[in-house]
Every structure is written in structure tokens, then in C-alpha cells.
């Protein structure tokens, strides 16, 4: 799909962990160009002309502008993704073992994510004190906002930013009753397309169009979705087992 392998990455690249445009935007509003959202995700020009691409040490940024050496060489584009490049969980080359994915440390769960639940706790009920561990995570992250009240958004929004893409965000949305921004996944599919290459431009250029693939239903039905379905097995052990909606 690249022109050439993006040297931090140990393997085979992003696979299909792509990050949603929306939300990518709405972190770069509230951390700006803080650590915590550089290490979350790229921009389109951060992919472009801040990562390390092979053979193009030295280049200046009039060079790499107009190389065939960076860029989304393939002309069918980057499927799933909506301009941005997602940077947490790639795996770097030290993290690569024995020739495929050995990662040396695996999270379980995380010191942010215990403050984090405490703010949110704080937060129902009325009590002031998790405002000072809701700003402890944000001043670490360097985040451009740091909340100044305790409020229910301010804890959601944040722990939207600092646990993105570490199994909590789904559970957290049922949780709270906030599914409406998914009730059309899977439909309008962002697709990365490089203009130098996919419309012979002189200069890189990414722009992205949306394709709806998918026929029939997609995405979140209230009702139906809040609980994943037993397993068949269970089911078969169990006749007395009544399967929840998302299993019918």
C-alpha cells in the first residue's frame, strides 16, 4: 500500500486499526500537539513529512514533496482510514522478537484508568475531589485543555482521549447510554487516497473519499446490542439459558 515501510514500524503496518476522523479531530482541539496525541495518532502531514520513511534520511521537505520514495503508493488507497494514522499499539522494531510479534509487556490495566474511574465517581456525586486526579492524567498527557470543574463530560471526554483503543471505550459508552455516535458504523468508509500517485499531482496530497460497501443493517441497535450473545455452547449446556437479543 506505502511507497516504502515507515522505519518505526516493526511488522506489517497499521493492519485495521484505523482511527475514526471525528474523534481524531476532536482530541487534536482539546491536547493540540501535546505527547500524549502525537503518540495516539498522526496527522496526514505528520505521515507525510515528520515520520522516518526509508532511504530518505537527509531529504529536505521540498524533496520529500515531490519523492516517490513516501507516501500511499497503491491506487485503490488505504481502506477504513479517514486521513489521520493511528500511532498507539503499532509495534516498533524493538518490540519485534523471534521474527514476528513478541511484545515484551503486555497492559493489563492502568494506573489513568483507576483515577480516571475514581474522577467519574467523584463526578456522581458531587464531590470536588477527583478534579485533582482528572488534572494529574491531563497535565501528564500535556493535554492543551485541563478541565477546571468536575463535571460528568469533562471525565467522559477525557477518558475518551486517554484510553482510546484499550477495550473500555465500548463498555463505557453502554454504560453511560451514549451509543447514538455509532448507530451508523459501517456506513460512509473512509478511504486514504495519495494524489500524487492516485491523480499524478506534481506534490503528495491525501485526500479521502466515503464508500457505503455494506449492505443491510450496520452498527449499534439499542435493544439489541447492549450484551454480546452467549455462545453456543453455553446455550447447549443450558437449555433453561435465554439468549439475549444480540444472539436472536
Not at 520513511?53 to 513516501?70: C, S, V
Not at 491506487?75 to 477504513?80: A, C, I
Request: charged share 25%; glycine share 10%; net charge negative.
Amino acid at each position: 500500500k506505502l511507497a516504502s515501510r515507515p522505519l518505526f514500524i516493526g511488522v506489517d503496518g497499521w493492519g485495521g486499526h484505523s482511527i475514526r476522523a471525528d474523534f481524531a479531530e476532536r482530541m487534536l482541539a482539546n491536547d493540540g500537539d501535546s505527547p500524549r496525541r502525537k503518540a495516539t495518532f498522526m496527522t496526514g502531514d505528520e505521515f507525510l513529512y515528520e515520520m522516518a520513511w526509508k532511504d530518505t534520511e537527509g531529504m529536505t521537505r521540498a524533496q520529500l514533496e515531490t519523492t516517490d520514495k513516501i507516501g500511499i503508493k497503491d491506487p485503490t488507497g488505504l481502506y477504513g482510514f479517514g486521513g489521520y494514522f493511528a500511532h498507539k499499539i503499532v509495534p516498533w522494531p524493538e518490540d519485534n522478537e523471534k521474527g514476528w510479534y513478541g511484545f515484551k509487556n503486555l497492559t493489563i490495566f492502568r494506573y489513568a484508568e483507576v483515577l480516571l474511574m475514581y474522577a467519574e465517581a467523584c463526578a456522581m456525586t458531587s464531590d470536588n475531589d477527583g478534579l485533582q486526579y482528572l488534572n494529574a492524567i491531563q497535565n501528564r498527557a500535556g493535554s492543551a485543555h485541563v478541565s477546571s470543574a468536575l463535571t460528568l463530560d469533562e471525565v467522559k471526554n477525557e477518558k475518551a482521549f486517554e484510553m482510546w483503543i484499550e477495550g473500555v471505550r465500548f463498555p463505557d459508552m453502554v454504560r453511560w447510554g451514549d451509543t447514538d455516535g455509532i448507530v451508523n458504523n459501517g456506513k460512509n468508509i473512509p478511504t486514504t487516497y495519495d494524489a500524487f500517485f492516485k491523480l499524478g499531482e506534481p506534490k503528495h496530497r491525501l485526500y479521502v473519499e466515503y464508500s457505503n460497501p455494506n449492505k443491510g443493517q450496520t452498527g449499534f441497535v439499542k435493544g439489541k446490542h447492549e450484551y454480546f450473545a452467549y455462545p453456543k455452547v453455553a446455550i447447549d449446556r443450558n437449555p433453561n439459558l435465554q439468549q439475549n437479543p444480540s444472539g436472536l
